[in-house]
């Protein structure tokens, strides 16, 4: 289970995208928060950011649309040049043909749970799946704090993974921290997103080593 540690750019600077890519030199992938104000209360980018931001770094964009309707646009973020698209459960009304789709045009797919959500009644799709997102606060902004009452449905659903033989990635979102990730490592998460422990630094891609020296441990 190879630990991969995915900074946030919704705790970057916007007006300069290409430049805190750089910054994270050595990330996995950037993780990249689309939201609409309707799926949670916040606005950020869009199609035309993820294009441009595609083009300006190497390292692959892992979009996580927190929007209504992914079954119409998280196509076009692939097409737009994201290596990995998140939608969420709840929002999706066809996961498995959304799921479908975005390999089928080349890019991992990925199913996210909100916190109140249960892995239980998707457990036969996870097949469908290349990664699994398990929020770890309420989706919406950076910077909150960590939900230590997610680490049971972490380790939950990595038995479920286990138990069906799959290669499915476990990722958490949401108030990862130096504090925080050794936890989500040891209930079984390998993919680890931080926004605000890693941009939030003076040397995000020091962050972005140090955190994963500790999930790793
Ligand atoms: C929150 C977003 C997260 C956010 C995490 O809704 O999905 O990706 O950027 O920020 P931190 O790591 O600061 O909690
Ligand atoms: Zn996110």
């Not at 190879?2 to 996995?28: T, Y």
Request: charged residues 25%; contains cysteine; aromatic residues 6%.
């Amino acid at each position: 289970m190879a630990v991969q540690i995915n900074p946030s750019i919704l705790s970057a600077d916007f007006a300069r995208l290409a430049d805190e890519a750089q910054a994270v030199k050595g990330a996995d992938w950037l993780h990249v928060d689309v939201m609409d104000n309707h799926f949670v209360p916040n606005l950020t980018l869009g199609v035309p950011v993820v294009e441009s931001l595609s083009r300006a770094t190497d390292i692959p964009l892992d979009c996580h649309l927190m929007i209504e309707d992914p079954d119409r646009w998280a196509p076009q973020f692939v097409e737009a040049g994201a290596g990995s698209v998140t939608f969420h459960a709840e929002a999706a009304a066809a996961p498995v043909r959304l799921a479908r789709e975005i390999r089928a045009k080349g890019a991992r797919a990925s199913m996210a749970l909100k916190p109140a959500t249960p892995i239980e009644p998707f457990e036969d799709l996870l097949p469908e799946l290349d990664m699994l997102l398990i929020m770890t606060v309420e989706p919406g902004f950076g910077g909150q704090a960590f939900l230590d009452i997610m680490l049971p449905k972490i380790r939950r659903t990595r038995e479920l993974i286990s138990r069906h033989g799959l290669e499915l990635w476990l990722q958490v979102d949401g108030g990862v921290s130096a504090e925080t990730v050794e936890r989500c490592a040891e209930a079984g998460a390998d993919v680890f997103v931080a926004g605000s422990a890693v941009y939030g630094t003076e040397d995000p891609a020091a962050a972005v080593r140090s955190l994963r020296a500790q999930a790793e441990r």
